[in-house]
């Protein structure tokens, strides 16, 4: 007589590679099993290694911002050709575990390169920091009282706890890295355990030893594993912990923040999106709106905290109605980042979406559980989090009036029309938002403008001075 | 001739652990469909679920499976609803769970949910509410019919398989909340109706369980999100929540103070396990030892000690102290009719009643076997219910025993001790997108 095993404890673990200071480790020695997922294995930590010893500079300290863009840019070219093979293999590997489909996948492994593009590196260190003066040397600023001060944005010593619901969170977390010159230990997540160490393999085939590629660490160990953090989460090895998100997360390294070790949370977020009474006039295309809004809700199967969940609209009930089974044949499309059928809806949700529908007429549904997504028409906001390509669409009196659903958890509000914004933004940043976009227009965001309220390069750096 | 579905339920009058189990699983299957074919038509809920699932028949356990539902069905309702008072929309939301038709019951007079509740129970609709984690109440509705045979349960296998006498003759303490609509606190006052004298009952709280009370916590923490709270309001909120604590421990010190001084009667004592922890650090301290409780005592405890802050062996303490007593230990959750019973060899039994379906983790897939251990995700349906459909999954991981026999030596399948709960905590999954939840904290926190 014996226990029948979950089906996850009998395969053959993955092997997961780390990246310590500039050499690739494939020893695998630890496996975890996570209780959703595939089992994967990891090499032995070596605390010491993950730690740059504060009594020597940081390797790329020297190194001219302008040679660190040639290394990015160069390593997005391999990035795009990929003729080592790292991403491919990265994303076989990501393929078994990854939520995210295939083709969204391969989406965003087919553009990561973009993010290493010079004029993007130039522009967010331009409008960041005011330009790489301030990151090569000690920018002179003449004080009122007309004796100069040195200021420096100086190398900073970080440990970078990575989000993993999508790739391009792992890019950014390097290239950043890169352009402040400082040593990054990237934490990575079980749901992104891949991209990170494939891009740092790319940039170590560029510039072989180059000392940016010996700043960069990559490790995997459990979140919150209180052995490894409590050593290594200490003002004597690092500055700050730059947490992407997960109440989880944020609230485990929480406990290490103290003097020396300061906490920079990209805290969880939701997004929203609001339709003015506009879409209804003659001469637009509702199915137009509807495809804009679509678009904002299934950026990666509605798995990133950019994703509206709720769309308030200024309608009537059959206007909305319109709207939203036109809205409803848009989330069944495949897009860049966004598949027709997506993931099957939670049972949780499913079980509410269900009384719902038998709510009529206060409440609608269009749509279905098996990937198409659901659309969800109402007059007050559903009470559960819409997820995995859930809409709520509720109407509203007036887009001020829907002011009050947004708090400090809401990060993205897709305004229609474009025009409307102006009349919003005070109102929704005074609630809490930090970013206000057209409907659509979500992914057209930048580097180099303010990211959860606050400029990241900048605030990763070190700021110190020198004064007369 | 009987129903399948009857000669199941007439079980609960006796008897119930000892019949062959091919037989009950025979019945079982074939009352299962009588149950469907019945209640599908009117049960509004169960009907989509059956037409999604293409289900027009139970042929196998199988069929069950996408016609279960969890605890989240039952708090379904728009919030929204009990904020504005719209009470007969929460009315024809109770409706869809339910086979009979309640939408007559006037509930114009209805001031708060308190009210609501109280309005449905005089209109014979009882309502078991339960707050989760949010603070949201959900409610289970029973109907009288389904009321009385739980207490012919209650009346047959309380402490089972050593049941003590329905005799009314034991003096009642209830650590917890003496009214209220709740299935824990109605269990008492079942256990009453069976075992304690007449009027000599002693409640920790006289005051009523009230859903507007429960609900004041969503409604802060609604108020928190918003942004709408103010700081002396949270402080207000959190002071009280103190306060209250502190009223029920001096209340326990009260209580524990006059089971001391009746503790050579028979009692009857009943509550959640970590009051019993409390109590018992009280009995002691006055110089009582294990296992010297009047042996006619009855102790009836549910639920789990998770997150409470006791030491691991809380509940084998308790249990020791319990020794030489009529001791009802129990499998069971709020929803069931009756929890599942353990017998000598340590393993919970399954009523004839209950159709146990265990899942995988994602309750999807059966994996009931002919023979030996399973683990899975336990799921149930409850033949007993008429006033509801009684197809539950829940967030338990069992380990079930498919044998012929248990080692105690009566046939069918048993539940193994160490029962855990499937939870995705340890993930590790990073990700950016969370909800305002994750920004609340304070006594309020879910």
């Not at chain 1, 459990?222 to 998100?245: H, M, N, T």
């Not at chain 2, 129970?121 to 989760?132: C, Q």
């Not at chain 2, 909120?237 to 009667?265: N, V």
């Amino acid at each position: 007589m014996s226990a029948q095993l979950d089906p996850s404890t009998l395969q053959t673990p993955i092997a997961v590679p780390h990246f310590i200071q500039g050499q690739l480790l494939t020893q695998t020695s630890t496996t975890y099993r996570p209780a959703h997922g595939v089992p994967f294995s990891t090499p032995a930590l070596d605390l010491g290694k993950l730690v740059w010893s504060r009594q020597q500079p940081c390797p790329a300290l020297h190194t001219p911002l302008n040679e660190i863009y040639d290394v990015l840019v160069a390593t997005g070219d391999l990035l795009k050709r990929d003729s080592h093979g790292y991403l491919a293999q990265a994303l076989d590997s990501m393929a078994l575990a990854s939520p995210l489909p295939r083709p969204i996948l391969d989406f965003c492994y087919g553009n990561l390169w973009r993010m290493f593009e010079r004029t993007k590196l130039e522009f967010q260190v331009d409008k960041e920091v005011g330009g790489a003066d301030v990151i090569d040397g000690w920018r002179e600023i003449m004080r009122p009282d007309g004796r100069a001060a040195y200021v420096r944005a100086f190398a900073p010593r970080l440990i970078h706890v990575v989000a993993g619901n999508t790739p391009e969170v792992a890019a950014m977390s390097i290239v950043m890295g890169a352009l402040s010159k400082g040593v990054h230990l990237l934490k990575l997540p079980s749901n992104d355990l891949y991209t990170a160490t494939a891009i740092l393999r790319t940039m170590a085939a560029v510039a072989p030893g180059h000392p940016v590629v010996q700043s960069f660490s990559t490790a995997y160990w459990r979140g919150g594993d209180e052995k490894i953090e409590s050593a290594l989460f200490r003002p004597q090895y690092f500055d700050k912990v730059v947490a992407w998100g997960g109440e989880a997360t944020i609230r485990s390294v929480g406990r290490y923040i103290g003097p020396g070790l300061e906490l920079v949370g990209f805290d969880p977020k939701t997004s929203i999106s609001m339709v003015g009474r506009e879409a209804f006039a003659q001469q637009v295309d509702l199915h137009e709106v509807a495809a804009a809004a679509a678009h904002d809700v299934t950026l990666y199967n509605q798995s990133a905290c950019v994703c509206s969940r709720f769309i308030f609209i200024e309608a009537d009930d059959a206007q909305a109605d319109r709207f939203c089974a036109e809205l409803a044949r848009e989330l069944n499309v495949d897009r860049d980042i966004a598949t027709a059928i997506g993931p099957k809806t939670p049972a949780d949700l499913r079980e509410q979406i269900d009384v719902l529908k038998l709510m009529t007429p206060d409440y609608r549904v269009w749509g279905g559980y098996d990937g198409q997504g659901v659309v969800i028409r109402s007059h007050e906001p559903v009470d559960f989090h819409p997820d995995g390509k859930v809409i709520n669409v509720v109407i509203t009196p007036s887009l001020a009036a829907a002011v009050c659903h947004a708090n400090v958890a809401t990060q993205t509000v897709g305004v229609y029309p474009s025009s409307r914004k102006k009349e919003l933004r005070d109102a929704l940043a005074g609630a809490g938002v930090q970013r206000i976009v057209e409907l659509g227009a979500t992914m057209r965001g930048c580097r180099g403008l303010p990211h959860d309220g606050f400029y990241p390069l900048h605030r990763l750096m070190r700021w110190v001075k020198e004064e007369d | 001739m009987k129903t399948a579905r009857t000669q199941l339920t007439d079980l609960i009058h006796g008897g119930a652990y000892d019949q062959p189990y091919a037989h009950v699983l025979e019945l079982q299957r074939a009352a299962a469909d009588e149950l469907f074919q019945l209640q599908r038509p009117r049960i509004g809920i169960l009907d989509q679920r059956a037409r999604d699932a293409g289900i027009e028949r139970i042929g196998s356990l199988r069929d069950i499976v996408p016609l279960l539902f969890s605890h989240t069905t039952y708090k379904s309702y728009p919030q929204s609803f009990v904020d504005k008072g719209q009470w007969d929309k929460m009315l024809r939301w109770l409706g869809t769970l339910m086979p009979i038709p309640i939408d007559h019951i006037d509930v114009s007079s209805v001031r708060n949910v308190d009210d609501w509740v109280n309005c449905l129970r005089d209109a014979g609709v009882r309502l078991y509410a339960s707050s989760g984690t949010s603070g949201r109440c959900s409610f289970v509705p029973v109907t009288a019919s389904d009321r009385d045979k739980m207490q012919q349960i209650v009346a047959s296998y309380t402490a089972w398989p050593n049941t003590p006498k329905a005799d009314r003759s034991r003096r009642l303490y209830q650590l917890g909340a003496g009214a209220g609509p709740a299935r824990q606190i109605d269990n008492v006052q079942m256990l009453a109706a069976s075992f304690a004298k007449p009027g000599d009952l002693h409640y920790l709280s006289d005051e009523p369980l009230s859903i507007a009370f429960v609900n004041r916590h969503a409604a802060m923490r609604r108020a928190i999100a918003e942004g709408t709270a103010t700081p002396d309001s949270i402080a207000a909120y959190e002071r009280e929540s103190a306060d209250r604590a502190e009223r029920m421990q001096r209340a326990l010190d009260a209580i524990a103070e006059d089971i001391y001084q009746h503790r050579a009667e028979p009692l009857l004592l009943t509550g959640p396990p970590v009051q019993h922890w409390y109590l018992l650090q009280r009995l002691r301290a006055k110089g009582m030892k294990d296992g010297t409780l009047n042996p006619n005592t009855v102790v009836s405890t549910g639920g789990g000690l998770k997150g409470a802050a006791v030491p691991d062996d809380a509940t084998d303490q308790v249990m020791r102290f319990y020794t030489g007593v009529y001791s009802h230990l129990g499998y069971g959750m709020s929803e069931l009719s009756s929890p599942f019973p353990r017998c000598e060899a340590g393993r919970y039994h399954c009523p004839p009643w209950i159709v146990i379906l265990l899942l995988d983790r994602n309750g999807e897939t059966l994996l009931n076997a002919a023979s030996g251990i399973v683990e899975g995700r336990a799921a149930f349906l409850d033949l007993l219910y008429e006033g509801r459909w009684g197809g539950l999954i829940s967030g338990d991981k069992l380990r079930i025993d498919f044998s012929a026999r248990c080692e105690c030596g009566r046939p069918g399948p048993s539940i193994l001790d160490g029962i855990t709960r499937y939870t995705d905590v340890g993930d590790d999954k990073i990700t950016c997108a969370d909800t305002i939840d994750a920004y609340i904290r304070g006594a309020v926190e879910a």
